[in-house]
């Protein structure tokens, strides 16, 4: 048990679907985070929450929408993706200076 | 700007053998550093961390020395397992208010029996 849970674990969707990402951490942290693995590439921060304050958004396209109404959820909601952003979505919490990561939403966008 | 370069993998040792697996980094000031592991099918686990120069950090069996002269915190194992294997990845995280870790490319290591 990591203490950050994500649902669902597994995410097929088509191009034109809505879909919500969840994330819920049990740790007491005040950070939560977003990140996108794909394949052979770096893990990508995508957004970052600061006391539910988005302090963070590197540069995400808008087809990608967090939120997060208080410190312990966040959500990643998704509307008419690619496929090439199919990958593993990563959420994580800190509270000082270590990161704990959920176990991922591996997404397939047909 | 920060960056981590980590060797290229994968990495296919035999059980028991000797691991290292180098981890470089750039960055101004004096980040904190860490390794986190990526079991099959999970996320990411913190696997230890170091603060600042000359800290050894450990868990596991594994250990990696903070060395701000060559700026490296190469990872080592003295003797694997077939459980050991995974994605690891070396990252490090600023001083000051800013939370971004910034991550290497992640090496694979396959441990066979």
């Known amino acids: 048990e990591t203490g950050v849970t994500q649902t669902p674990r597994h995410l097929v969707m088509g191009m034109t679907n809505k879909k919500s990402l969840k994330c819920e951490q049990h740790?007491?942290?005040?950070?939560m985070y977003w990140y996108k693995q794909s394949a052979k590439k770096p893990l990508e921060l995508m957004f970052v929450?600061?006391?539910?304050?988005?302090?963070e958004n590197n540069s995400v396209p808008s087809r990608f929408s967090p939120e997060c109404p208080n410190s312990s959820h966040l959500f990643l909601h998704l509307h008419t993706l690619q496929p090439e952003d199919s990958a593993l979505y990563l959420c994580?919490?800190?509270?000082?200076?270590?990161?704990?990561f959920g176990p991922g939403t591996r997404l397939t966008v047909l | 700007g920060d960056s981590v370069t980590q060797m290229e993998g994968p990495v296919t040792l035999s059980e028991e053998a000797f691991l290292t697996i180098n981890c470089t980094y750039t960055?101004?000031?004096?980040?904190?550093l860490f390794w986190y592991v990526q079991y099959p099918g999970e996320g990411l686990q913190l696997l230890l961390k170091?603060?600042?120069?000359?800290d050894k950090g450990s868990n596991k069996g594994f250990e990696a020395t903070y060395r701000k002269e060559t700026t490296s915190f190469h990872l080592e194992k003295g003797s694997v397992q077939v459980s050991d294997s995974a994605v690891y990845f070396c990252?490090?995280?600023?001083?000051?208010?800013?939370?971004?870790?910034?991550f290497g490319s992640g090496t694979q290591l396959t441990v066979l029996p």
């Open positions: 994580a919490s800190s509270q000082e200076e270590s990161q704990f």
């Open positions: 740790l007491g942290h005040n950070a």
């Open positions: 929450y600061n006391f539910k304050e988005q302090t």
């Open positions: 960055a101004t000031g004096y980040p904190s």
């Open positions: 170091a603060t600042k120069a000359d």
């Open positions: 990252a490090l995280r600023k001083t000051g208010s800013a939370r971004q870790l910034t």
